[in-house]
């Protein structure tokens, strides 16, 4: 309903600006600047709308803050990679638990793959995904993602794959 009001006021600015010279002299360059600032504040908005709080003030209400979740709060039991239909896409399969204090929201895991035959590796690929994961605290769950890596020069599966993984990010809040 409240749209109404910036409706009328245009309808009025225009209807003035068609009946009189002297007006429209006036309204041109008070309206440039208006849409220009709010173009610029609309901008700001949007460029720190996406970025989550740094830190979360603890549950007593101090004015000391603290972090809300880190990686080492969370632990990623029993992956798994099997190869997928794509050349060089692996889909993993594992737990997370949340050893921490707040409810999990999400987590990103980066992965790295290396063709290690008679302990001479070398990196194939690194890749991360974000891993949408609602775990309330001091509970597990399941997740499975996919992992796809550029495949090597020759086009040949690795003969003896190590993998490496670890927690880059996490998002979480208060119970």
């Known amino acids: ?11 009025l600015i225009v209807y003035f600006a068609m009946r009189s010279s002297r007006f429209r002299r006036f309204a041109e360059p008070v309206l440039s600047i208006l849409v220009a600032l709010a173009l610029v504040s609309a901008f700001v908005i ?3 709308e996406g970025r989550p709080p740094a830190e979360a003030v603890t549950e007593t209400g101090d004015a000391q803050a603290q972090p809300a979740l880190t990686p080492q709060d969370l632990s990623i039991d029993g992956l798994e990679f099997t190869r997928n239909q794509p050349d060089m896409s692996y889909r993993a399969t594992g737990t997370v638990k ?23 590796c070398r990196t194939l690929g690194v890749d991360t995904a974000l891993i949408l994961a609602r775990v309330p605290a001091g509970q597990s769950q399941s997740f499975s993602t996919f992992f796809t890596f550029p495949k090597n020069a020759y086009g ?20």
Not at 1 to 11: K, T
Not at 101 to 120: A, I, M, R
Request: proline content about 9%.
């Open 1 to 11: 309903m409240i749209w109404i009001f910036p409706a009328v006021a245009g309808l």
């Open 46 to 48: 949007w460029i720190n």
């Open 98 to 120: 949340n050893n921490s204090g707040y409810n999990l929201d999400y987590f990103k895991l980066s992965v790295t793959l290396e063709d290690c035959p008679q302990n001479n």
């Open 156 to 175: 040949v599966e690795p003969a003896a794959p190590k993998w490496s993984h670890r927690i880059t990010e996490v998002r979480g809040r208060l119970p």
